[in-house]
């Protein structure tokens, strides 16, 4: 008969916390290099060029129909044949790339979401098109895009835990480590869980609060 023993994690809170620290890092460098990434990739599928259009769909469908975990591994192993990095810094590019795409196709629909008459008054006042777009058409594009995007962030810190393959120090990866010495799964993974939750809820809750002061001054 198994019996629960949840004491005997107190040793190894440290090293679980420690996984934490950089579950959180990996996913805030990741979410600003994400947002950078679907910015102008969102930007480039509303453009009137082809060829930043064609690219930047061809980004997007390719990222978002191949699994996350190929394209992580891919990049450690496959390209850091040629080019070589970190597993810290192959998980950051990875996870910034991914969720680039998803985040580029949230933009593009928070933009064509406002009506055409906002950009022809904002032209009609003596604006330029750069002018209208980041001084009338984003601001209320972001808005709008916040709860998809804030369901991005929090996906994005849950698919952190598939670095853990290519050796990342993260929470999956230490929690393995505990497991290892311990022989207790059950609960080091309802540890883990509990942190995973605090984290996206955390985010969740952060979000939510941005979506009410946001709210308040309109």
């Known amino acids: 008969m198994y019996h629960f023993d949840f004491a005997v994690l107190l040793d190894y809170i440290p090293q679980l916390l420690n996984g934490l620290k950089w579950t959180f890092v990996i996913s805030l460098l990741a979410v600003i290099g994400g947002t950078v990434l679907g910015m102008a990739g969102a930007l480039a599928r509303i453009s009137h060029n082809k060829a930043l259009n064609v690219l930047a769909a ?58 055409k008459g906002q950009r022809e008054a904002a032209l009609s006042l003596g604006m330029t098109e750069a002018m209208s777009l980041r ?19 929090i996906s994005l810190i849950k698919d952190s835990s598939l670095v853990s393959v290519i050796a990342v120090e993260e929470l999956t990866y230490a929690a393995r480590n505990v497991i290892t010495m311990t022989f207790r799964a059950f609960e080091v993974y309802i540890a883990v869980a509990v942190f995973y939750f605090c984290l996206s809820f955390l985010l969740s809750r952060s979000v939510r609060l941005l979506e009410e002061r946001m709210a308040r001054s309109d």
């Open 58 to 115: 061809i980004y997007v469908e390719w990222i978002r129909n191949t699994p996350l975990l190929v394209q992580i591994l891919f990049l450690y192993f496959g390209i850091g044949v040629f080019i070589k990095f970190s597993a810290l810094v192959a998980t950051i590019i990875s996870l910034s790339v991914f969720s680039g795409a998803y985040i580029t196709e949230i933009f593009r629909a928070g933009i064509q979401s406002v009506h």
């Open 135 to 153: 001084l009338v058409i984003m601001p209320q594009a972001f808005k709008r895009v916040l709860p998809p995007l804030a369901g991005q962030f």
